[in-house]
């Protein structure tokens, strides 16, 4: 690791930015990603979570995010329920593993999805620390969509439940989709937070996908959207499901 960035996220630890300081695991993590070449410098703090504090950084010209999942404040017998029945993991012997499965999670579900809807760029993932990409500009994030009422609600939650339609067959439900994790940059919605996202033959797949749909359906209710296009819930589901090209013969 070079002086410079070593001192770059020291100084930052010194700041106390972080809101405390880094434990030793996810400081191991950020020399590494910062060796490999992953970031540069980490420049400011975003949002700062129970599971997880999120950090504005740098990787040349590109603006990042650092996502840092915390190990002792996460709710472990929750993300266990997620977890288990995935079978892109094999299980977890400690609370750490348990974290690192899950930011693990994030990125795998981010890399599926990445080419088909708008979401952060999946960059990197080292232990509980995952790079990808900064939606916004400056440092200034995009606004979530619970701030930030869509001038064209409509058009936009027709966008959503398409990203919705596009991620399902890209074997992946969000599992944790609402008003919260939606950003709205510039009127285009940009998913994020998609470490709950399970696949399609996870047991909790279907209640996730119904949830994910009426917490969408609510939130535009009270924009004045009653329905998507004049469909009622499991109408919905089925469309979802519906494959692109059999839709097209229909
Ligand atoms: N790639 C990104 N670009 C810009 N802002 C982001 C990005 N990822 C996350 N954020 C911001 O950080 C906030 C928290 O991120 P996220 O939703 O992924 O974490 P979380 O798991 O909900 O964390 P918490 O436990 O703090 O709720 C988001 O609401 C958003 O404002
Ligand atoms: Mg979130």
Redesign the pocket.
Known sequence: MSNAEDKNITQYEDKKISGGVFDKASLTALHTLARKGFFDELTGI???????N?YHGTRGEQEI?A?IYLIETSDFRNMDLYIKGDRRFSGWRNKRQLVYNWAQKEFCNLNRVYEKIKC?QPIAIEKNVLI?????IDGV??P?LKDAIPGDPIGFLDTVMNYVKEMYWCDIIHGDLSE??I?NWDETPYL??M?MGVMPDHPLADRLLERDIRNTLNFFRKMGVPNYQGKIEPEIIEWVKTPYKKEKKT
Not at 46 to 52: L, M, N, Q
Not at 132 to 136: A, K, N, V
Request: avoid cysteine; proline fraction near 8%; hydrophobic fraction near 40%.
């Open positions: 975003i949002s700062t979570g129970k599971e997880a999120v995010v996502k952060p990808m990409g900064f939606l916004g994030p995009a979530k919260y994790n950003l994020i937070d470490s």
